[in-house]
């Protein structure tokens, strides 16, 4: 339990800036649905679903960079 206290307080700021980096991407992409379908359920249920679907969007498109990585470095 300690090691994970440890954790968090060494990345204290890492952790606040990703959190308002999210805060914030929530919002413009809450904006931009809005605009776009001129519907608040629309808009928010976009400004969730992105962002979810970026992140394993992400996690296979590192996964393929590290692979590349692999192939290169054997060469």
């Given at each position: 339990?300690?090691?994970?206290?440890?954790?968090?307080?060494?990345?204290?700021?890492?952790?606040?800036?990703?959190?308002?980096?999210?805060v914030?991407?929530?919002?413009?992409?809450?904006?931009?649905?809005?605009?776009?379908?001129?519907?608040?359920?629309?808009?928010?249920?976009?400004?969730?679903?992105?962002?979810?679907?970026?992140?394993?969007?992400?996690?296979?498109?590192?996964?393929?960079?590290?692979?590349?990585?692999?192939?290169?470095?054997?060469v």
């Amino acid at each position: 339990m300690a090691h994970i206290q440890n954790f968090v307080d060494q990345n204290q700021r890492m952790f606040k800036k990703t959190l308002s980096y999210y805060v914030m991407h929530i919002t413009v992409a809450m904006l931009v649905g809005y605009f776009v379908t001129g519907s608040i359920w629309m808009a928010m249920t976009l400004s969730i679903l992105e962002p979810t679907i970026q992140a394993v969007a992400y996690f296979f498109h590192e996964r393929v960079w590290d692979k590349k990585n692999q192939t290169m470095q054997q060469v």
